[in-house]
């Protein structure tokens, strides 16, 4: 029987002779035929890359599309799927303005500031310049090849943090006090020895005293610490990418890369409590080699950053933390807090979190820089 998928068509199987095919039918009755649904999909985008021919009807959503498609091989699969997904959310679906079926001789400054302004009624002001970014990659790409008509994105403005609808949100971030709290509950034991929480709070506090992103400490192994130096490098993380041939498995691939940026890879000297991480890990797992991942569930699987979320909730609630409703980020921002606090240079702050640029930690941490100059105004001429 075929079921719908994406809206469009419709997808099923059928007996031909001896064999059984995937198969995908499109809204006209057009059939493309497969051993596999994965084959199926190779076909479909074959399809679309042949059957894409510029004329005077041609729609910006048809264009961008296919502008993707050509770029598919110069990106990281990440990112690909990440323009992918914004395209199709901010741009094909998005009812509020139809930019998609604008026509390419069409597009002009206007066109876009409207688009642009009615994305501000519903979106952050963060998300409006992500879609922005890649509409410019597309008309540029358009312009050089006399596609579209020239400068239609000159003078363009994001709308201001003022005027949009979803306010930016600050990562919330413990106290000196609260991290100790959080520290202190992974200690916690049933009343028959047992601890109440397991592998994801000890990865959770390894975050929180190395200030390692999540796919940072998803990915790292055992060849990148040293426990005789208190220290770890950071060469990869952990991505997640589109089960493109999905067949009922799993809707995306896991696997690990290399950080995105050259700061990103970095060595973290450890203190005492993510050494303690470290050698309850290496407990737990003794018979390790070198290739093998440092944080594994209590059944010995990668750790799921969707679980440790709710681990986190859960800690910081028994804990009575200031703040309760925190995210895995928040303890790597309590991490970079707690350094400048204690009067770390920024710079080196910046190096140890693996930020592309010091303006970067300083956005992040004004407040506490602002409240640094503050004392230090207040102690010299009080």
Known sequence: MSKRK?????????????????????????????????????????????????????TFG?????????????????????????????????KDYDLANQQLSNLSRETFQKY???????????????????????????????????????????PIEANVKVKKKEVPFLTKNDADKLYNIVSLTYSNGEPVYG???????????????????????????????????????????KNRSNDGGNAYIQYDKSPKTHDSERIIPLPNRAMEMIEWFENKNKNHTPDDYVCLSNNKTKINRRDINRTLKSMAKRAECSITDLSVHSLRHTYGSILLSEGVDIKKVSELLGHSDITVTYNIYIGILENEKKDEVERVFN
């Not at 493309?32 to 679309?48: A, D, H, S």
């Open 6 to 58: 994406n809206g469009e068509g419709s997808w099923g199987k059928k007996k031909i002779g001896k064999y059984t095919y995937n198969y995908y039918r499109d809204i006209n009755g057009n059939y493309t035929y497969g051993k596999t649904i994965k084959e199926v999909n190779q076909k479909l985008t074959q399809k679309k890359e042949q059957e894409f021919v510029l004329n005077n009807k041609t």
């Open 62 to 94: 048809e264009y961008i599309n296919n502008w993707l498609l050509q770029k598919k091989s110069t990106i990281e699969p990440t990112t690909y799927d990440c323009y992918e997904t914004m395209i199709d959310s901010q741009i094909i679906n998005f």
């Open 116 to 158: 642009l302004d009615a994305l501000a009624e519903k979106y952050s002001r963060a998300t409006i310049k992500k879609i922005w970014v890649i509409i410019k990659q597309c008309i540029s790409y358009g312009e050089i090849n006399n596609d579209v008509p020239i400068n239609t994105t000159k003078l363009v403005k994001v």
């Open 199 to 241: 592998s994801n709070a000890r990865a959770l506090i390894l975050i929180m005293y190395s200030g390692m992103r999540v796919s940072e400490m998803i990915a790292l192994k055992w060849k990148n610490v040293d426990i005789k130096n208190k220290r770890i490098s950071i060469e990869q993380s952990a991505a997640e990418i």
